[in-house]
């Protein structure tokens, strides 16, 4: 066993649960306080005011709203598949918890008497096993649409398991590279290897896919389109009331959580200082302090993915499946190469001397051009004009006002001309070609 992973394992098992109910407890306050910070963030975006009136600063009106949830009426339609519709939250509420139990809060400490880490356990597949728990929740998405005897369900749930699939593949290429930089799939020795330099720094393009993965990942704007109320009417859990759809919706900012701690453990350096604090302050990664920076980065993923919900529209869903297809996976498959390259140059002493002596440096100027390259595409292109044609725009005449152009026939392929109203008594006329032009007015 590495000596990193050492420390697992030997805890007492009041130790164990008393972890397991600290983590417990501070996921419920982390998804109450996010509500909260979500509806006072994107009222300020919005110019409202949000939550002020339960307990000091609306800090109690996510409270109040849960046990509001909890004690309304519990309906179960008559259609539904009674067992199946059941179970299908409870299966997407326990991975989200169970996924925390690897993520590591802090360094080792002294709890009640006993010296040990700020995490529940760690194993050398660490990260593999959360993206297998987490995986496991789209079975209750899916099944909870199925198990609702409604068509508007069933397809909330099939865009949501399609969207999760795909946009897991992206993210589990995205983590690959940090993988082979690391050496480690254990998320503890993975914050060791980043006490002198972030992986997000070096492996910039692997931490973008991965925050846009994220949030595709969770269904969360732009990319909520499960739920896209236009269309599918609440998608999923449309048929679902009463604390059975209060579980879903726990789910979601839990999976938030989850996603933003590993983001923080793979690319942000996990507990370590911000800004290497640790070498200007000796008690900077001291004691239960390394929590605090920990917490800090997640609330900052956390505050993205509020941002993002208060700032960009619903994406078509087509065009979400094609950006993460066409281009997040072959980007992550070309990165991957020229991280195991730099990989197997830096084992074979290439960068032992010279201008590249530093692999990290190589990573980072490679992630930005990659970057650069990437958002090249994004570019708005200027629309060219087909040769020889035109468009003539004519005014209207007094009394009458444009409306959106009609075909008409002419000896210019493509043109059209604009139905306009003339004359006093606001007549539609429509426009009568003339010969030799794309369209002419009607004199009547």
């Given amino acids: 066993m590495n000596e990193s992973l050492a420390a697992f394992g030997n805890d007492p098992w009041w130790i164990v649960g008393v972890k397991t109910l600290m983590i417990f407890v501070f996921l419920v306050l982390l998804t109450l306080f996010n509500i909260w910070w979500e509806r006072k963030v994107v009222a300020r975006m919005q110019h409202r005011i949000g939550p002020n009136v339960h307990g000091p600063f609306g800090l109690l009106q996510s409270l109040a709203d849960g046990v509001k949830l909890a004690f309304k009426e519990d309906i179960i339609p008559k259609a539904a598949d009674k067992v199946v519709f059941v179970l299908a939250p409870i299966i997407v509420v326990v991975p989200a918890f169970v996924t925390f139990s690897v993520i590591p809060f802090g360094p080792e400490v ?167 604090l640790d070498r200007v302050w000796d008690g900077a990664e001291s004691g239960f302090l390394p929590v605090v920076w920990f917490l800090g980065k997640v609330l900052l993923f956390i505050f993205g993915f509020i941002w993002l919900r208060g700032s960009l529209p619903r994406l078509r869903y087509d065009q979400f499946m094609s950006f993460g297809w066409k281009l997040l996976i072959p980007v992550s498959i070309g990165w991957i190469l020229l991280v195991s390259t730099v990989r197997v140059a830096r084992n074979e002493g290439v960068f032992d001397s010279g201008p590249l002596s530093s692999p990290g440096v190589l990573l980072a100027v490679s992630g930005v051009l990659l970057v650069a390259v990437v958002g090249s595409f994004f570019l708005p292109a200027g629309q060219e004009e087909e040769p020889g044609a035109s468009t003539t725009y004519l005014e209207p005449r007094a009394g009458g006002f444009p409306v959106p152009p009609l075909p008409a026939g002419g000896a210019v392929r493509g043109a059209a001309a604009p139905l306009v109203f003339a004359g006093d008594d606001d007549t539609p006329r429509s426009p009568r070609p003339a010969a030799g032009a794309s369209a002419g007015v009607n004199d009547g």
């Fill in 110 to 276: 002294t709890l009640f008497g006993e010296r040990t880490p700020l995490q529940l356990t760690d194993m050398p597949v660490a990260v593999l096993f959360v993206m297998a728990i987490a995986s496991i929740g789209i079975y209750g998405i899916v099944l909870g649409g199925w198990s609702s005897g409604s068509t508007y369900s069933l397809l909330g749930g099939l865009r949501s398991s399609a969207q999760m699939i795909s946009y897991e593949v992206a993210m589990g290429l995205s983590l690959v590279a940090v993988f082979i930089f690391a050496g480690s799939m254990s998320t503890s020795e993975i914050v060791a290897a980043q006490r002198d330099l972030w992986f997000g720094l070096i492996l910039a393009p692997s931490f973008v896919i991965y925050t846009i993965a994220m949030v595709g990942e969770t269904n969360r704007a732009p990319f909520d389109l499960p739920e896209a109320e236009g269309e599918l009417v609440g998608g999923f859990h449309t048929e679902y009331s009463s604390l059975k759809f209060a579980l879903f919706f726990l789910a979601e900012y839990i999976n938030m959580a989850t996603v933003s701690a590993l983001a923080t453990t793979l690319f942000l350096g996990g507990w370590h200082a911000p800004f290497w």
